[in-house]
């Protein structure tokens, strides 16, 4: 039979008649640590090098379009603003309303493809260069710690210390960088919100309360993201990194590590191995934190940073660069440079998709009319009433859109013989890149009416005399039914 003896120091278990002593129990402070959230922190070395010349003037090109595309005016109106209460679309001096849905899903459309294509030929390449979320904190944020709080070896010795021993000067120095980011995510805040507002309304003031409620939420996701997650957002919360796996092909460019010619890793000058001297370099610079020799991870954003690195220590030893590159191939053997030849036939059909609805998109903006027209019937009452003398009234709603880039007049009258059209309060006057909803009576005869249906024309005047026409159905009772 199996006992149990317990005291208030130890607990034996007798199994079979054997006492067996449980696992010790692991220290008070290790078991609470097990359910605190643990964060380790990823302080990148400095670097230079071609990529990183390059990214930084492709980083900074991108906040420069950032911050000017809502000021740029394009045919009187800003070359883009997203007004989703008014729920239109301005781009390039095109208004895009919900009447213009095809327009929006083309848009989608291609932007999806684009990523689609993207992933395909150059992997991991917008996370490295082009991501909104890297460009600020590589090119803003960063820059703002090192500028005060010093070098990353210098960050990583004071903060692996306990705060108990922080001297005033660094806790000065955290809190003027917290200071520093807190004014930057104001400024992050306000340029992603003059695209959505307008960036002369945003300094007017010219918003409503939902536009604070919205600004404020933003405000903290931006500052939180820059003192917290960083790099963590990439590795586990950014959907883009999970599904561009399965959109990848061995023809795709990676940053990889070239393991027959780096291996054996042997320190020191004097030694006979591979061309990998373990100075660790590449994993000092690297963002996410990674040891780029370890193969192909799903933490590399392809920024190139390990290559830069990289190739100054080859440089120093007197080793050809290239040791860690980008290559097509996830081993890094058999190296192909990227080329019209290497690439795979998904990519050459994304270009083709991409192609045709690139066309359509600019057919269609072109050929648009700068007024549309929208006719429906008025869902209150009844669908059609028959007058007393003989005439049958419907009763229809007319949207004007206003696309063009100034204010306008608009009258609103029918061709069609026979039909007598009635708008109360026109000429209507509409601003630009605004729609009016107006209630129209139409009469016609009864012997018009074939079968109950009576096709009728829409006709809107502009006051600089451009008409715009659209066809709608009147419904009535047959023309020769029993009255």
């Given at each position: 039979?199996?006992?149990?003896?317990?005291?208030?120091?130890?607990?034996?278990?007798?199994?079979?008649?054997?006492?067996?002593?449980?696992?010790?129990?692991?220290?008070?402070?290790?078991?609470?640590?097990?359910?605190?959230?643990?964060?380790?922190?990823?302080?990148?070395?400095?670097?230079?090098?071609?990529?990183?010349?390059?990214?930084?003037?492709?980083g900074?090109?991108?906040?420069?379009?950032?911050?000017?595309?809502?000021?740029?005016?394009?045919?009187g109106?800003?070359?883009?603003?997203?007004?989703?209460?008014?729920?239109?679309?301005?781009?390039?001096?095109?208004?895009?309303?919900?009447?213009?849905?095809?327009?929006?899903?083309?848009?989608?459309?291609?932007?999806?493809?684009?990523?689609?294509?993207m992933?395909?030929v150059?992997g991991?390449?917008?996370?490295?260069?082009?991501?909104?979320?890297t460009?600020?904190?590589?090119?803003?944020?960063?820059?703002?710690?090192r500028?005060?709080?010093?070098?990353?070896?210098?960050?990583r010795?004071?903060?692996?210390k306990p705060?108990?021993?922080?001297?005033?000067?660094?806790?000065?120095r955290?809190?003027?960088?917290?200071?520093?980011?807190?004014?930057?995510?104001?400024?992050?805040?306000?340029?992603?919100?003059?695209?959505?507002?307008?960036?002369?309304?945003?300094?007017?003031?010219?918003?409503?309360?939902?536009?604070?409620?919205?600004?404020?939420?933003?405000?903290?996701?931006?500052?939180?993201?820059?003192?917290?997650?960083r790099?963590?957002?990439?590795?586990?919360?950014?959907?883009?990194?999970?599904?561009?796996?399965?959109l990848?092909?061995?023809?795709?460019?990676?940053?990889a590590?070239?393991?027959?010619?780096?291996?054996?890793?042997?320190?020191?000058?004097?030694?006979e191995?591979?061309?990998?001297?373990?100075?660790n370099?590449?994993?000092?610079?690297?963002?996410?934190?990674?040891?780029?020799?370890?193969?192909?991870?799903?933490?590399?954003?392809?920024?190139?940073?390990?290559?830069?690195?990289?190739?100054?220590?080859?440089?120093?030893?007197?080793?050809?660069?290239?040791?860690?590159?980008?290559?097509?191939?996830?081993?890094?053997?058999?190296?192909?440079?990227?080329?019209?030849?290497t690439?795979?036939?998904?990519?050459?059909?994304?270009?083709?998709?991409?192609?045709?609805?690139?066309?359509?998109?600019?057919?269609?903006?072109?050929?648009?009319?700068?007024?549309?027209?929208?006719?429906?019937?008025?869902?209150?009452?009844?669908?059609?009433?028959?007058?007393?003398?003989?005439?049958?009234?419907?009763?229809?709603?007319?949207?004007?859109?206003?696309?063009?880039?100034?204010?306008?007049?608009?009258?609103?009258?029918?061709?069609?013989?026979?039909?007598?059209?009635?708008?109360?309060?026109?000429?209507?006057?509409?601003?630009?890149?605004?729609?009016?909803?107006?209630?129209?009576f139409?009469?016609?005869?009864?012997?018009?009416?074939?079968?109950?249906?009576?096709?009728?024309?829409?006709?809107?005047?502009?006051?600089?005399?451009?008409?715009?026409?659209?066809?709608?159905?009147?419904?009535g009772?047959?023309?020769?039914?029993?009255?």
């Amino acid at each position: 039979m199996n006992t149990v003896n317990t005291n208030q120091d130890q607990q034996l278990v007798q199994i079979g008649g054997s006492p067996k002593a449980p696992p010790p129990r692991p220290p008070e402070d290790e078991v609470e640590k097990k359910f605190l959230i643990r964060r380790d922190w990823v302080y990148p070395a400095d670097v230079s090098g071609r990529f990183r010349k390059t990214r930084k003037i492709v980083g900074y090109s991108l906040l420069a379009f950032f911050v000017l595309m809502p000021w740029i005016p394009v045919g009187g109106m800003p070359a883009v603003r997203v007004d989703i209460p008014g729920r239109q679309l301005t781009l390039l001096g095109q208004l895009f309303t919900p009447h213009d849905t095809w327009a929006l899903a083309l848009l989608g459309l291609m932007a999806t493809i684009v990523l689609f294509f993207m992933a395909s030929v150059f992997g991991r390449v917008w996370c490295g260069w082009a991501c909104p979320q890297t460009v600020w904190l590589d090119w803003v944020y960063r820059p703002i710690e090192r500028a005060i709080e010093g070098k990353s070896n210098k960050r990583r010795k004071w903060d692996s210390k306990p705060k108990s021993e922080w001297p005033a000067s660094w806790w000065a120095r955290k809190a003027a960088k917290w200071v520093a980011f807190a004014l930057a995510t104001g400024v992050a805040t306000g340029i992603f919100m003059s695209w959505f507002v307008g960036g002369p309304e945003l300094l007017r003031g010219e918003f409503g309360s939902g536009a604070i409620t919205v600004g404020a939420g933003l405000y903290f996701v931006f500052f939180l993201d820059a003192v917290w997650f960083r790099e963590q957002l990439c590795l586990y919360a950014c959907p883009y990194a999970r599904f561009q796996g399965a959109l990848m092909s061995e023809k795709s460019l990676v940053v990889a590590y070239d393991e027959q010619r780096g291996e054996p890793r042997v320190k020191g000058k004097n030694r006979e191995g591979g061309d990998c001297i373990s100075c660790n370099r590449c994993v000092q610079v690297c963002p996410s934190g990674i040891d780029i020799r370890e193969g192909d991870q799903l933490s590399c954003i392809a920024c190139a940073s390990c290559i830069d690195a990289c190739d100054e220590v080859m440089l120093k030893i007197g080793k050809p660069k290239g040791l860690i590159r980008y290559t097509t191939d996830r081993d890094a053997t058999g190296v192909k440079p990227l080329s019209v030849k290497t690439l795979g036939r998904r990519s050459f059909l994304y270009l083709g998709i991409l192609s045709v609805l690139l066309g359509g998109l600019v057919v269609g903006v072109v050929t648009r009319s700068p007024v549309k027209i929208a006719v429906a019937r008025a869902v209150s009452g009844a669908i059609y009433n028959e007058l007393p003398d003989g005439r049958v009234s419907n009763q229809i709603t007319i949207n004007v859109s206003n696309r063009g880039d100034a204010e306008h007049g608009f009258t609103v009258t029918s061709p069609t013989e026979g039909i007598e059209m009635t708008v109360p309060g026109q000429p209507w006057t509409i601003a630009s890149g605004h729609e009016q909803r107006m209630t129209a009576f139409v009469v016609a005869p009864r012997a018009a009416f074939a079968g109950g249906r009576l096709p009728m024309e829409v006709q809107v005047d502009r006051d600089d005399g451009l008409p715009t026409t659209a066809t709608f159905t009147l419904l009535g009772p047959s023309a020769d039914a029993t009255r």
